[in-house]
């Protein structure tokens, strides 16, 4: 009986049903975006597509996912969010089963892009309507959740889509994956069916609360974001320059170690498995500990970490280096999030995760073919040094910034 009381009560701390339910249709969502990366070899080989075709279909899909981020947000922010949640679910969950109907090349690449479009709905309404529905002190721990459902679902889509496009073709992959996301409509609508900001009663929203009854007139997203405006873009400016070296890790591993190409694909693996457990650690801590805390710590870490794997041999702490880079990626990704939400009162919650996250992976999207550019003139390692550089001097600053004493406006807008 005690021991189901502390399962139950840990479980609560986690985020509880809501975070677990958010984790499963994360799950759903992103089971569908995972698909296209890795059955691209099958769709080249059955539709007789190039390399620029091929490249075209998953360009667009991953630029389009990251500008729809902007007008996902802002939607969330001005209609129901759990309806934009559904919409953006339905949206991916019918033009993945599109993408397996789709007869010829062009009927694909604008599947592809409806699809991205689609794509932009959910992570904004989605982490918003999270955060209303946990504690202050428990929502690190939920978001952290809500990534994991992601990254599992990223990480078996392809497993799955492979082992199905083995047996039956990579169009039933599509077509099959595609029916999880579309079960879950039904349940986001009845689950959140009433209001989802009313359980929100952190100190900032109830101050929000006040100063709407007060008839003061509501803050803009510059407002919101001025507290924590500099570490907002370092994290932004740090996630371009690592997230772009992830994009390489495999090439880098090739180029550099001679190792197996299928062998450095599966290394890819191994770091998003740290990732996974980063995000839990980055939760836990930023709840824990402190937000920003959190955030500097990743942030001064992922640099040094980054250069290590530029100096190591190909060995066991090789490998280790990249477990690390996952984790330190992901903790810092869990904390800042959670730092928004708190910041950001909930009317702009999911504009501002928009912004977020739709810099990041935008942005991400545009400096690879860069990347790619330069590597081609100067090689695959002189470019990886540069990038570990880089990544140095801005652990370098995060450092700095978290040794100065902080003023009045810096300190953590909830108290």
């Given at each position: 009986?005690?021991?189901?009381?502390?399962?139950?009560?840990?479980?609560?701390?986690?985020?509880?049903?809501?975070?677990?339910?958010?984790?499963?249709?994360?799950?759903?969502?992103?089971l569908?975006?995972?698909?296209?990366?890795?059955?691209?070899?099958?769709?080249?080989?059955?539709?007789?597509l190039?390399y620029?075709?091929s490249?075209?279909?998953?360009?667009a899909?991953?630029?389009?996912?990251?500008?729809?981020?902007f007008?996902?947000?802002w939607?969330?922010?001005?209609?129901?969010?759990?309806?934009?949640?559904?919409?953006?679910?339905?949206?991916?969950?019918?033009?993945?089963?599109?993408?397996?109907?789709?007869?010829?090349?062009?009927?694909m690449?604008?599947?592809?892009?409806?699809?991205?479009?689609?794509?932009?709905a959910?992570?904004p309404?989605?982490?918003?309507?999270?955060c209303?529905?946990?504690?202050?002190?428990?929502?690190?721990?939920a978001?952290?959740?809500?990534?994991?459902?992601?990254?599992?679902?990223?990480?078996?889509?392809?497993?799955?889509?492979?082992?199905?496009?083995?047996?039956?073709?990579?169009?039933?992959?599509?077509?099959?994956?595609?029916?999880?996301?579309?079960?879950?409509i039904?349940?986001?609508?009845?689950?959140?069916?009433?209001s989802?900001?009313t359980?929100?009663?952190?100190p900032?929203n109830i101050?929000?609360?006040?100063?709407?009854?007060?008839?003061?007139q509501?803050?803009?997203?510059v407002?919101?974001?001025?507290?924590?405006a500099?570490?907002?873009?370092?994290?932004?400016?740090?996630?371009?320059v690592v997230?772009?070296?992830?994009?390489?890790?495999?090439i880098y591993?090739?180029?550099?170690?001679?190792?197996?190409?299928?062998?450095?694909?599966?290394?890819?693996?191994?770091?998003?498995?740290?990732?996974?457990?980063g995000s839990?650690?980055g939760?836990?801590?930023?709840?824990r500990?402190?937000?920003?805390?959190?955030?500097?710590?990743?942030?001064a870490?992922?640099?040094?970490?980054?250069?290590?794997?530029t100096?190591?041999?190909?060995n066991?702490?090789l490998?280790?280096?990249?477990?690390?880079?996952?984790?330190?990626?992901y903790?810092?990704?869990?904390?800042?999030?959670?730092?928004?939400?708190?910041?950001?009162?909930?009317?702009?919650?999911a504009?501002?995760y928009?912004?977020?996250?739709?810099?990041?992976?935008?942005?991400?999207?545009?400096?690879q073919?860069?990347a790619g550019?330069?590597?081609?003139?100067?090689?695959?390692?002189?470019?990886?040094?540069?990038?570990?550089?880089?990544?140095?001097?801005?652990?370098?600053?995060?450092?700095f910034l978290?040794?100065?004493?902080?003023?009045?406006?810096t300190?953590r807008?909830?108290?």
């Open positions: 009986m005690i021991k189901d009381r502390n399962l139950r009560s840990v479980f609560n701390q986690w985020g509880g049903k809501t975070a677990t339910f958010f984790s499963y249709i994360h799950f759903n969502h992103d569908c975006l995972g698909l296209l990366a890795a059955l691209l070899p099958l769709i080249k080989e059955g539709l007789g190039n620029l075709q490249g075209l279909l998953l360009s899909l991953t630029i389009t996912s990251g500008l729809s981020q007008p996902g947000g939607l969330g922010d001005r209609f129901s969010r759990h309806k934009v949640i559904a919409i953006g679910l339905a949206g991916v969950g019918l033009t993945t089963l599109a993408v397996g109907l789709s007869p010829a090349y062009y009927p690449l604008f599947i592809l892009i409806i699809m991205g479009i689609f794509s932009g959910y992570h309404s989605a982490v918003s309507v999270l209303s529905q946990v504690d202050y002190d428990r929502r690190g721990k978001i952290a959740l809500h990534m994991v459902g992601g990254s599992v679902g990223f990480a078996i889509g392809p497993i799955i889509g492979g082992i199905i496009a083995e047996m039956m073709g990579w169009r039933f992959a599509f077509i099959i994956l595609s029916i999880p996301a579309m079960v879950a039904p349940f986001v609508l009845k689950k959140f069916r009433q989802t900001i359980k929100d009663r952190s900032q101050k929000d609360d006040t100063t709407t009854k007060s008839k003061r509501r803050i803009s997203i407002q919101a974001l001025r507290p924590i500099i570490i907002f873009a370092l994290v932004i400016i740090m996630h371009l997230g772009c070296a992830m994009a390489f890790i495999p591993l090739v180029d550099k170690h001679s190792v197996i190409p299928a062998y450095a694909a599966m290394l890819i693996g191994v770091t998003r498995g740290g990732g996974i457990a839990l650690l939760g836990w801590l930023s709840d500990w402190d937000r920003k805390r959190t955030i500097f710590l990743a942030l870490a992922i640099g040094p970490i980054l250069y290590l794997l100096k190591l041999p190909f066991a702490g490998i280790t280096t990249l477990v690390l880079f996952g984790m330190i990626m903790m810092r990704t869990a904390a800042i999030q959670a730092l928004l939400m708190d910041t950001v009162p909930p009317y702009l919650r504009t501002v928009g912004i977020f996250f739709g810099l990041c992976t935008e942005g991400v999207s545009l400096i073919p860069v550019y330069f590597m081609d003139i100067f090689g695959i390692v002189e470019v990886f040094n540069g990038i570990a550089l880089t990544s140095l001097g801005l652990s370098a600053v995060a450092l978290a040794m100065k004493p902080k003023s009045s406006e300190n807008v909830i108290s």
